[in-house]
Each structure stands twice: as structure tokens, then as C-alpha cells.
């Protein structure tokens, strides 16, 4: 697809060098003056608090504008909940990813965070963790009451750049991705939920171009009978144009996951789609991928890949000889390989352990 003759826009100046904040520009396409502040059910100097009582809190597009602004004016979005009430997918992430915090009303302790279990109390205008007798924050019981069902999710966080011509379609690594894991490819996408547009990349690069040098974030889906959504974010960078995407798929406890399609799409995404770098991670969690106000083990990492540059940058004798038990499996062409890391079976922090050897291996840092 030729979009025009034009070619996309440089990155933002003084950028280039720098560490990269969490970016929040792109969370919705629609812009908003700076001074506009969305409606919120209360707002403090410290945090802007909205109430939500529905099955599945959504990144709707009225509430990644809650949350975009309360970044950019320097306080917290706190979601206050019922807890019968669940977190989508997307809106998990962004919450983890920003100041913010999932407020969850119980009827024993007065109020937790759904994401970690602390029981909170209102301080200074804002809910914070209470502290024991000790000083330590309190985990609520109703946190840590949750019956394990079978069902696990699949998620896949990887990073692409390209060259950032007037061809450049975006989409495809998602695609390849999706279609390896789910056997079919997405339905629909949005800068918000529900997406209610038909999956196109031809649509998603007109809106990244659109919006370049700013970010876009969007959420893709896929259909019913599959439960699989992803988010995208693309990013304008000194070194060209980069999508940065994580892919979760769930399955019910008598399902099997494709584990052995991993390896294949790593090098479909090194030899055709410039990936930077891959994290394959399993959880027990809901098939259905919403997050409940309760524990749920968090994921354990399954893979890791890194593409070409990344090999090239860390050294290629440093890539291919690791402390890892098995030996990576080569990518791509031989003059410019990337490699595929297995790190256990995801089922013990032994995993963990495994892939913070294996970085600081290419790192060029000593051993733990």
C-alpha cells in the first residue's frame, strides 16, 4: 500500500538519546485540548477517583481520556469497584503500566486493590496501603480466596521496527502472530473498547501516519470462540517506526496450548518483520482474559527471542553460547541470525531465574 508519496515523519525532537516515559498521547485518537478535564466522580490534588459498577470495566474511550489526563496533570486514576466487577485485558495493562490503582469495596476490610491485595485506606487524598502493626501493608482475605479453575493464558510481548518508507504496512507481525496461536486471524480493532472495527491494516497505518510523531495505542480482538486480545502501540522512533505489541490468548483447562508453534513464528517475525525482541509467558488465569479482584499466579516466562540487531549488538559468540541448559535455536539467515532462548517448562520461579541469567549473559554482566 502506497500511502500517497509521503513518507512518515521524523521522531519528536529531542527525543533521541533519551529514556522514554510511559507514553500516554496515543491511548485514544481523538485529541483533547490540554486544558479539558474529563468528568470524574471526584477529584483531588492527588488522584482522580472513578466509580464503575459494571461485569467487566473496558478501556473505553471516555476512560483512557480519564486516564490520559490524569497523567499529564500529575495524579493517580483510582477505579473504584464492587467486587463483583473484573478488569478487561486492556485496561489491566494500562493500569499496571501507570500511576494508578484498582479499588475494590469489601465488606470486611473496607477496601483492597484488586491487582495486589493490599488493603487500602483513604490518606491524604488518595487511597493508599494500610499499614500493620509491623509497617507492612495487609493483604485482604477476600484477595486470597480464589479456587484454581485448570484455565491459562498465552501471552506474547514483542517489539518490531521498521524502515519508515511510504510502503510500510503495520499489522503484519500481529497477524502472524495471531494466526499461529489462534489458527485465524483478529476481528476487530479500536483505540478503545469495545473495538468495534473490522480488523484492516490498511486502516490502522493511515491512523499511526495520521498521528506520527505521537504514539498510537489501539486493542485488537478476536471472535468468541477463541478469546484473544492484543495491544498495540506504534511508535515513532529515531530509528524508524516501532510496534510494540503483547498478545494474550486464553484456554480452558482441557485445551492445549501451542506451545510448539512458538519457535516457527519467532522466525517468521526475525526473517520478515524486524522483530527486536520476544517474551512468551504462561499464567494460570481465566480463559475468558478478564481480571478478577482476587490472586492469580503471575505469568511465568516460557521463551525468549532476540532478533538480529539486538544478537548483533550483544555480540554473536555472547548470543549463541548462554548459561542456559539448552542451546538457543538459530533464526533466520546465517550472516544475520536472531535466536530463540527456551527457559523451562513456566511452571516454577525457576523460570524467572533463567531469563535473568540469560540477560545480564548479554548484558556482558558477571553471574549472580
Not at 479539558?36 to 476512560?63: C, E, G, H, N, Y
Not at 490498511?202 to 478476536?222: F, H, I, K, M, Q
Not at 515513532?236 to 483447562?253: A, F, K
Not at 511465568?300 to 542451546?327: C, H, I, M, N, W
Request: proline share 10%.
Amino acid at each position: 500500500m502506497l500511502l500517497g508519496g509521503r513518507v512518515w515523519p521524523p521522531d519528536a525532537p529531542g527525543t533521541i538519546g533519551a529514556a522514554r516515559p510511559v507514553d500516554v498521547s496515543g491511548v485514544t485518537a481523538v485529541p483533547v485540548p490540554a486544558a479539558a478535564q474529563p468528568a470524574v466522580d471526584m477529584l483531588t490534588d492527588k488522584a482522580a477517583i472513578v466509580l464503575q459498577d459494571r461485569p467487566v470495566v473496558p478501556m473505553t474511550s471516555w476512560l483512557s481520556e480519564v486516564l490520559r489526563a490524569t497523567v499529564e496533570s500529575e495524579r493517580s486514576l483510582q477505579i473504584v469497584t464492587p467486587p463483583h466487577c473484573r478488569l478487561s485485558t486492556p485496561t489491566r495493562l494500562l493500569l499496571q503500566a501507570m500511576p494508578s490503582r484498582w479499588v475494590v469495596q469489601d465488606e470486611r476490610c473496607g477496601y483492597y486493590d484488586g491487582l495486589t491485595g493490599a488493603v487500602l485506606t483513604w490518606e491524604d487524598d488518595a487511597f493508599c496501603p494500610a499499614r500493620g502493626e509491623n509497617g507492612e501493608p495487609r493483604v485482604a482475605d477476600s484477595f486470597t480466596e480464589a479456587a484454581q479453575t485448570g484455565e491459562r493464558q498465552l501471552s506474547v510481548s514483542f517489539r518490531t521496527r521498521h524502515r519508515p518508507t511510504a510502503e510500510l504496512v503495520l499489522g503484519g507481525a500481529l497477524e502472524a502472530a495471531w494466526q499461529a496461536l489462534t489458527g485465524g486471524l483478529p476481528a476487530g480493532w479500536g483505540t478503545s473498547e469495545p473495538a468495534g472495527l473490522t480488523w484492516s491494516r490498511r486502516r490502522l497505518t493511515e491512523l499511526a501516519y495520521e498521528r506520527a510523531p505521537r504514539s498510537t495505542w489501539t486493542v485488537v480482538v478476536g471472535t468468541p470462540d477463541r478469546p484473544a486480545v492484543a495491544t498495540l502501540r506504534v511508535i515513532r522512533t529515531p530509528d524508524g517506526v516501532e510496534e510494540d505489541i503483547t498478545l494474550t490468548v486464553g484456554y480452558g483447562p482441557d485445551e492445549e496450548l501451542p506451545l510448539e508453534a512458538l519457535p516457527g513464528l519467532a522466525e517468521e517475525l526475525v526473517t520478515r518483520y524486524g522483530l527486536m525482541t520476544m517474551l512468551c509467558r504462561l499464567r494460570a488465569a481465566r480463559r475468558d482474559l478478564s481480571a478478577p479482584p482476587h490472586y492469580e499466579d503471575p505469568p511465568l516466562p516460557y521463551a525468549f527471542v532476540l532478533g538480529p540487531a539486538e544478537v548483533q549488538e550483544a555480540g554473536r559468540d555472547t548470543a549463541s553460547r548462554t548459561p542456559l541448559k539448552e542451546r538457543p535455536v538459530r533464526l533466520g539467515p546465517q550472516a544475520r541470525p536472531g535466536f530463540y532462548y527456551a527457559l523451562g517448562d513456566a511452571k516454577t520461579a525457576e523460570s524467572w531465574a533463567a531469563l535473568e541469567g540469560l540477560l545480564r549473559h548479554l548484558r556482558g554482566a558477571p553471574p549472580a
